[in-house]
C-alpha cells in the first residue's frame, strides 16, 4: 500500500543525499508513531513539504499534505500527488480540502498543513488561517508544530534557487497540542503559532551556517542581520503576489 509514495520517498532521500544536504531532525519522536494527526509547518520555499515529509520517514509515516491546486494541474506531477493522496487546495472554494483533511483523519492519517497559506518572504511566521487548528479541533487530535529552517537557500520565491551542495536543512519538531476542553479554534491556533516561533527563533540561533557575503544575506531574517523583508513590507508584497497569480499560491 501506498506504494508510489513510499517510491518517491526513496528518490528524494537519494537526490537529498547527492547533493550532500546535512539535515538535523530534531524532535521526531513528537510525530505520532500510529494515529491520526495534524502536522502544522512553517512555509518558506518550495520544498517544504518534501523536507518534512523526509523528516517523518524516520517515524515511518507518510504525510498527506494540503498543497496548491496548480500542482494538480501539471501532468506529471498532478498524478504523483493525487497517486501520495495529497489535498488540493482551491483558493475560491477551501472548503473542499478541509473536508478531505477530515476525512484522511478520519482514516487515521497524519495530514500536514501550512497555516500561513503562502510563503513568507520575511522567512519569519505570518499570521496563521484557521485550518490546521479546526482540523485539530473538530477530530480532536494532535497538532504538532513543525518547523523548517535553511531549505530556502534552495528552492524559493522570487527567483532564488541553488545547485549548492553541503546545505545544512534543520527540521524542528515539537510537543504535540492537546486541543483542551471548550477550547476554540482560535486559541488554539494562537498556541501553534507560540510554539513554531519558539521553534523557529531556535532553529535560525542555532543555524551551522552564515551568509557569505552581503548578497547572501539575503535568506535571513532582517532582525538577524540579513536583507529580507521585515513583516509589514513582505506582507505587501505577498498581496501583490496573489494579486498576480490569480487563485494559486505560492
Do not use: C
Amino acid at each position: 500500500m501506498d506504494r508510489t509514495y513510499r517510491v518517491v520517498n526513496r528518490i528524494f532521500a537519494t537526490l537529498f543525499a547527492a547533493m550532500g544536504y546535512r539535515f538535523d531532525v530534531r524532535g521526531i519522536e513528537h510525530i505520532p508513531a500510529t494515529g491520526a494527526g495534524v502536522l502544522a509547518g512553517n512555509h518558506i520555499g518550495f520544498l517544504d513539504f518534501t523536507f518534512i515529509g523526509y523528516a517523518a520517514r524516520e517515524r515511518d509515516r507518510l504525510v498527506r499534505f494540503m498543497a496548491k491546486r496548480s500542482v494538480f494541474e501539471a501532468r506529471l506531477a498532478g498524478w504523483f500527488m493525487r497517486k501520495m493522496r495529497h489535498i488540493p487546495v482551491d483558493r475560491r472554494q477551501g472548503w473542499r480540502a478541509y473536508r478531505q483533511g477530515l476525512r484522511l483523519i478520519d482514516e487515521g492519517e497524519l495530514v500536514g498543513v501550512f497555516p500561513e497559506a503562502t510563503i513568507s518572504r520575511s522567512w519569519l511566521l505570518k499570521p496563521f488561517k484557521r485550518g490546521a487548528a479546526g482540523l485539530a479541533v473538530s477530530r480532536q487530535v494532535p497538532l504538532v508544530p513543525v518547523v523548517v529552517w535553511g531549505g530556502h537557500r534552495i528552492y524559493t520565491v522570487d527567483g532564488h534557487r541553488s545547485l549548492r551542495r553541503r546545505v545544512p536543512i534543520t527540521v524542528s519538531i515539537g510537543e504535540p497540542l492537546i486541543p483542551g476542553e471548550g477550547e476554540s479554534i482560535d486559541e488554539l491556533s494562537a498556541r501553534l503559532h507560540i510554539a513554531m516561533e519558539g521553534l523557529l527563533d531556535e532553529a535560525i540561533g542555532t543555524y551551522p551556517a552564515t551568509p557569505r557575503n552581503d548578497s547572501d544575506r539575503w535568506w535571513m531574517p532582517h532582525d538577524r542581520g540579513g536583507t529580507a523583508p521585515d513583516r509589514e513590507t513582505a506582507a505587501i508584497l505577498d498581496r501583490e503576489a496573489v494579486a498576480r497569480i490569480g487563485d494559486t499560491f505560492e
